[in-house]
């Protein structure tokens, strides 16, 4: 059977690379004890797939990896066998069995959520609420959001407007327009948050949230040290009849909540 | 959360950051508050290659069974940190804690190998310690060394309060709680060194004075003050069976070079190879019981989820009981998705049964380390592998599936011809031959034979400690011959040779056997900017050449030189159980190419037996 779990990381785990995540998961499922399905051949290794990696540095509420499982317990048991195997900065926070027909994640993913915030013991003219928000208020109208989109091969002038679906300068304005509740974040309460943005993500296209705060800085004339910033994502997405279904919803059959952790 | 020692600016603008930031899997988490003593151990390498080392694990989890003890880590820090820390004065820091290393009360510093001397300053200077022992104040930690190199501790004395000699579960919970007391006295800091000298095993080298001769020799190496011993014993922990092993080892976030669990089975080896350091420096052999080595690798898998567990001895083909372990370790494991990683065993039918269970034929390979071509010098360095054991080995694993083979080789042995060296490329090709033998319609393709060569390094404790090295020309010649060789045989495009670097060799050379007045040289090479001299893309041969110049002092002294029998070495302070005599004796066995055989055999007599333990009592009580 198949299963998505969705967790935190956070603290210093947000140093460890995606691999290095890979890695830890299939450890701790060994740890717990909990059968997981294996590729063929005489290296056999345990099938499992991220849905998006995340930078190294980023934090995150919501990340996502499917694994096939060869015996399982209910979501919530499965969820406490992993949490007392694993650290305190990478939590499982919803366990669900999601349909044996179920393409992988990343195949599906359409968009993301972050949270932008300032370090403290960083300067970002961003803290101040009336400048981010008069700066934002008129970033976001405009016909065209033009970025340089640097990659291995190629430097291009890109137009990102359309590909951030919603942005705010407040949590409940955002809750407002994603239609969620994030809960308590999984975030140092030291760190200012200035903005909260949902962006295209998939293998079409798949913004940055990196390339939207440059932009917004560049557009409200304010230097971007991108060391200032701590950026979190707060949830996944697949997209299902022109809707948003967060990812542990989708093609979901049975599925509980992880531990409650301040 | 965690309050890490770096920003995350810093630990963003370094290469693999995971490296500084502690909190591992099964990392032993006490407030430094709540301990009597802090105790920092390091590998003075990076991370990857510290994380992989046995040693640490045991005394981690040994010295963090106390209460009153809190041990934690720390590695070299890679050379882009290394900048940050020295520009931003950041002082090194434990990655448990992720507090400075000078706070604490003892740094302890295991000593692999001659090459990474000079990151043993990078971390003290890294931690505001004072390089040298004798510029140190109440404020500085203990700098206590210990692992292999310790059995030479000469060429580093300078920077070490005390070294430990031996093997660390035997006395240093003694170590410990005499430094409480003296903790709690007040007295000055010689006061707990001339305590910490009486107890066994451990060497305080500012106690004793060096003189020399004009030749430069040394004419007597005495200590100075009455609580220093003449002579110092290596520890030996009696019964591995019944001792410290982590049930819980330590589980790295990134990728390290022993991502596996790692299972002790014997410590020590029967063989007695005359070039070998570790045969003789753990004598006795002493094998784990099976029950033990059952019961932990049990533990160890259930507590770290690695799913790959592997044995470590010197000769995993000496432990008698290893048919028994390894079958039920396919029995236990196979299902579970386990991999067994062997290390190099003796290639007989038992390893070939027992490989092409747990690995996938045509993708491993078969690794047999003669370490010299021609029969005669396996007979000069003791060396008991037959042609005729490696071809039936190799005709047998080609039968069944195999088509690549590591070679691994010594150049510049005592007594080495240059016959010797082309029976390097004769043995490889004959090996090809015996490939080739088999009807082609059973053949896997064309064989690999990959044959290494290192330099041979004359190492203390050794028959060989009195030899002769190679200078680096004569190394170079001898590898374009071998090279030449190599091309002249019928299957040259099946043989591929690689060989060490010569630069490296003959500086580990000159470490290996050298005396204190070398300590000056690494440290000038240190200040010039040498660190990582292990790795070539951070070695400079150049500046390592100066620091000698500078400091007056000839290489060849300590590399070239063939020593005389009655020439006081400056280990010879150091009691290992094996007796110069022996050593000597086999010196000369060697030159007369007489083969010693292994322990189990006949005892050789090489004085080991007063420790009273392993394999010199099971002969007795077999009534051999």
């Given at each position: 059977?198949k299963?998505?779990?969705?967790?935190s990381?956070?603290?210093?785990m947000r140093f460890?690379g995606?691999?290095?995540?890979?890695r830890?998961?299939?450890?701790?499922?060994?740890?717990?004890?909990?059968?997981?399905?294996?590729s063929?051949g005489?290296?056999?290794?345990?099938l499992?797939?991220?849905?998006?990696?995340?930078?190294?540095?980023?934090?995150s509420?919501?990340?996502?990896?499917?694994?096939?499982?060869?015996?399982?317990?209910?979501?919530?048991?499965m969820?406490?066998?992993?949490?007392v195997?694993?650290n305190?900065e990478?939590r499982?926070?919803?366990?669900?069995?999601?349909?044996?027909?179920?393409?992988p994640?990343?195949?599906?993913?359409a968009a993301?959520?972050?949270?932008?915030?300032?370090k403290p013991?960083?300067?970002s003219?961003?803290?101040d609420?009336?400048?981010?928000?008069k700066?934002?208020?008129?970033?976001i109208?405009?016909?065209?959001?033009?970025?340089?989109?640097k990659?291995k091969?190629?430097?291009k002038?890109?137009d990102i407007?359309?590909?951030?679906?919603?942005?705010s300068?407040?949590?409940?304005?955002?809750?407002?327009?994603?239609?969620q509740?994030?809960?308590k974040?999984?975030?140092?309460?030291?760190?200012?948050?200035?903005?909260?943005?949902?962006?295209?993500?998939?293998?079409?296209v798949n913004i940055k949230p990196?390339l939207?705060?440059e932009a917004?800085?560049n557009y409200s004339?304010?230097?971007?040290n991108?060391?200032?910033?701590q950026?979190?994502?707060?949830?996944?997405?697949?997209?299902?009849?022109?809707?948003?279904?967060p990812?542990s919803?989708?093609?979901?059959?049975?599925?509980?909540?992880?531990e409650?952790?301040a | 959360m965690?309050?890490?020692?770096?920003s995350?600016?810093?630990l963003?603008?370094v290469?693999?950051?995971?490296?500084?930031?502690?909190?591992?899997?099964?990392?032993?988490?006490?407030?430094p508050?709540?301990?009597?003593?802090?105790?920092?151990?390091?590998?003075?390498?990076?991370?990857?290659i510290?994380?992989s080392h046995?040693?640490i694990?045991?005394?981690?989890?040994m010295?963090?069974k106390?209460?009153d003890i809190?041990?934690?880590?720390?590695?070299?820090?890679?050379p882009?940190?290394?900048?940050i820390?020295?520009?931003?004065?950041?002082p090194?820091f434990?990655l448990?804690?992720?507090?400075p290393?000078?706070?604490f009360?003892?740094?302890?510093?295991?000593?692999?190998?001659?090459?990474?001397?000079?990151n043993?300053?990078?971390v003290?200077?890294?931690?505001?310690?004072a390089?040298n022992?004798?510029e140190?104040?109440e404020h500085?930690?203990?700098?206590?060394?210990?692992g292999p190199?310790?059995?030479?501790?000469?060429?580093?004395?300078?920077?070490?309060?005390m070294?430990y000699?031996?093997?660390?579960e035997?006395?240093y919970?003694?170590?410990?709680?005499k430094?409480?007391?003296?903790?709690l006295?007040?007295?000055d800091?010689?006061?707990f060194?001339?305590?910490?000298a009486q107890?066994?095993?451990i060497y305080?080298p500012?106690?004793?004075?060096?003189?020399?001769?004009?030749?430069g020799t040394?004419?007597?190496?005495?200590?100075?003050?009455a609580?220093?011993?003449?002579t110092v014993i290596?520890q030996?922990?009696?019964?591995?069976?019944?001792?410290y092993?982590?049930?819980?080892p330590?589980?790295?976030?990134?990728?390290?070079?022993q991502?596996r669990?790692?299972?002790?089975?014997q410590?020590?080896?029967?063989?007695?190879?005359?070039f070998?350091?570790a045969?003789?420096?753990?004598?006795p052999v002493r094998?784990r019981?099976?029950?033990?080595?059952k019961?932990?690798a049990?533990?160890?898998?259930?507590?770290?989820?690695?799913?790959?567990?592997?044995?470590?001895s010197?000769?995993?083909?000496d432990?008698?009981?290893?048919?028994?372990?390894?079958?039920?370790?396919?029995?236990?494991?196979?299902?579970k998705?386990i991999?067994?990683?062997?290390?190099?065993?003796r290639?007989?039918a038992f390893?070939l049964?027992v490989?092409?269970?747990i690995q996938?034929?045509?993708?491993s390979?078969?690794?047999?380390a003669?370490?010299?071509?021609?029969?005669?010098?396996r007979?000069?360095?003791?060396k008991?592998l037959?042609e005729?054991?490696?071809?039936?080995?190799?005709r047998?694993?080609?039968?069944?599936?195999?088509?690549?083979?590591?070679?691994?080789?010594m150049l510049?042995?005592?007594?080495?011809t240059y016959?010797?060296?082309?029976?390097?490329?004769?043995?490889?090709?004959?090996?090809?031959r015996?490939?080739?033998?088999?009807p082609?319609?059973?053949?896997n393709?064309?064989?690999?034979?990959v044959?290494?060569?290192?330099?041979?390094?004359?190492?203390?404790?050794?028959?060989f400690?009195w030899a002769?090295?190679?200078?680096?020309?004569?190394?170079a010649?001898?590898?374009d011959f071998?090279?030449?060789k190599?091309?002249?045989?019928l299957?040259?495009r099946s043989?591929?040779?690689?060989?060490?670097?010569?630069d490296?060799?003959?500086?580990?050379?000159?470490?290996?056997?050298?005396?204190?007045?070398?300590?000056?040289?690494?440290?000038?090479a240190?200040?010039?900017g040498?660190?990582?001299d292990?790795?070539?893309?951070?070695?400079?041969?150049d500046?390592w050449?100066k620091?000698?110049e500078?400091?007056n002092?000839?290489?060849e002294?300590?590399?070239?030189?063939?020593?005389?029998?009655?020439?006081?070495?400056?280990w010879?302070?150091?009691?290992?159980?094996?007796?110069k005599?022996?050593?000597?004796?086999?010196?000369l066995n060697?030159?007369?190419?007489i083969?010693?055989p292994d322990?189990?055999?006949?005892?050789?007599?090489?004085?080991?037996?007063?420790?009273?333990?392993?394999v010199c009592?099971?002969?007795?009580?077999q009534?051999?």
């Amino acid at each position: 059977m198949k299963a998505r779990i969705k967790f935190s990381k956070t603290g210093s785990m947000r140093f460890t690379g995606h691999l290095d995540v890979m890695r830890y998961f299939q450890k701790a499922f060994l740890r717990a004890g909990i059968k997981t399905g294996y590729s063929r051949g005489f290296s056999p290794h345990p099938l499992m797939s991220f849905t998006s990696p995340l930078g190294i540095g980023l934090g995150s509420d919501a990340e996502y990896i499917d694994v096939t499982l060869e015996e399982a317990d209910t979501p919530s048991v499965m969820t406490d066998r992993l949490n007392v195997v694993m650290n305190d900065e990478i939590r499982v926070k919803l366990f669900s069995f999601i349909k044996d027909t179920a393409k992988p994640s990343m195949s599906v993913l359409a968009a993301c959520d972050y949270l932008i915030a300032v370090k403290p013991e960083s300067t970002s003219q961003f803290t101040d609420r009336e400048f981010t928000k008069k700066n934002l208020d008129t970033f976001i109208v405009q016909d065209k959001i033009e970025i340089l989109k640097k990659t291995k091969k190629s430097e291009k002038i890109t137009d990102i407007r359309e590909n951030i679906c919603y942005i705010s300068d407040n949590m409940a304005d955002f809750q407002k327009m994603t239609g969620q509740n994030y809960g308590k974040l999984c975030i140092n309460e030291t760190y200012l948050p200035v903005l909260y943005c949902q962006l295209a993500a998939g293998s079409v296209v798949n913004i940055k949230p990196e390339l939207v705060l440059e932009a917004f800085c560049n557009y409200s004339g304010t230097e971007y040290n991108p060391f200032a910033y701590q950026i979190h994502r707060l949830e996944m997405y697949a997209k299902a009849d022109k809707k948003l279904i967060p990812m542990s919803d989708y093609d979901a059959v049975l599925q509980t909540g992880g531990e409650s952790y301040a | 959360m965690r309050k890490l020692a770096l920003s995350d600016e810093i630990l963003l603008s370094v290469e693999k950051p995971a490296r500084y930031i502690g909190g591992e899997i099964n990392m032993v988490v006490k407030n430094p508050a709540d301990v009597a003593v802090r105790f920092c151990m390091c590998f003075p390498d990076v991370y990857e290659i510290g994380m992989s080392h046995l040693g640490i694990q045991i005394l981690y989890d040994m010295f963090n069974k106390r209460d009153d003890i809190y041990c934690e880590r720390v590695y070299s820090p890679w050379p882009d940190l290394d900048r940050i820390m020295r520009h931003e004065n950041i002082p090194l820091f434990a990655l448990e804690s992720q507090q400075p290393v000078k706070d604490f009360d003892f740094l302890g510093i295991t000593l692999q190998y001659e090459m990474c001397y000079t990151n043993i300053l990078q971390v003290l200077d890294l931690s505001g310690i004072a390089l040298n022992a004798s510029e140190r104040t109440e404020h500085d930690p203990f700098v206590i060394g210990g692992g292999p190199c310790a059995y030479n501790p000469e060429p580093v004395a300078d920077f070490f309060d005390m070294f430990y000699i031996g093997e660390g579960e035997t006395v240093y919970y003694e170590l410990i709680d005499k430094y409480k007391e003296w903790k709690l006295s007040g007295n000055d800091r010689t006061s707990f060194l001339k305590i910490a000298a009486q107890v066994p095993g451990i060497y305080v080298p500012q106690f004793y004075k060096v003189l020399y001769n004009k030749d430069g020799t040394l004419a007597d190496f005495k200590p100075v003050v009455a609580e220093a011993p003449d002579t110092v014993i290596k520890q030996v922990e009696l019964d591995l069976s019944e001792t410290y092993y982590p049930e819980k080892p330590l589980v790295p976030y990134i990728k390290v070079t022993q991502d596996r669990v790692v299972l002790e089975i014997q410590r020590g080896c029967i063989r007695g190879c005359r070039f070998c350091q570790a045969g003789m420096i753990y004598r006795p052999v002493r094998p784990r019981s099976l029950d033990f080595l059952k019961k932990h690798a049990l533990s160890m898998l259930k507590s770290t989820g690695h799913n790959e567990i592997t044995l470590s001895s010197l000769s995993a083909s000496d432990y008698k009981e290893l048919p028994e372990l390894v079958h039920w370790m396919v029995d236990e494991f196979q299902d579970k998705k386990i991999n067994i990683a062997l290390p190099s065993l003796r290639i007989d039918a038992f390893a070939l049964d027992v490989m092409s269970k747990i690995q996938d034929v045509r993708k491993s390979s078969l690794t047999f380390a003669p370490e010299a071509g021609t029969q005669r010098m396996r007979n000069v360095i003791n060396k008991g592998l037959a042609e005729e054991e490696i071809l039936n080995g190799a005709r047998e694993a080609f039968k069944g599936g195999w088509n690549r083979v590591k070679l691994y080789f010594m150049l510049g042995l005592p007594g080495e011809t240059y016959d010797d060296i082309e029976g390097i490329a004769v043995l490889s090709d004959k090996i090809a031959r015996e490939y080739y033998n088999i009807p082609k319609e059973k053949r896997n393709g064309r064989v690999n034979i990959v044959t290494s060569t290192s330099i041979f390094i004359p190492k203390p404790f050794t028959p060989f400690q009195w030899a002769s090295m190679d200078t680096k020309e004569e190394a170079a010649k001898k590898r374009d011959f071998l090279l030449s060789k190599v091309k002249e045989q019928l299957n040259a495009r099946s043989i591929k040779y690689n060989c060490h670097d010569e630069d490296v060799s003959e500086l580990e050379g000159a470490f290996a056997r050298g005396d204190r007045r070398l300590c000056n040289v690494i440290r000038q090479a240190y200040e010039s900017g040498c660190i990582y001299d292990a790795w070539t893309e951070y070695f400079c041969y150049d500046k390592w050449l100066k620091a000698f110049e500078d400091n007056n002092i000839d290489m060849e002294f300590y590399t070239r030189r063939e020593r005389r029998e009655d020439e006081l070495l400056p280990w010879d302070f150091i009691d290992i159980g094996v007796t110069k005599e022996f050593m000597f004796k086999e010196y000369l066995n060697s030159k007369a190419e007489i083969v010693t055989p292994d322990c189990r055999e006949k005892c050789a007599g090489c004085g080991a037996m007063k420790f009273g333990c392993g394999v010199c009592v099971e002969e007795r009580s077999q009534g051999n």
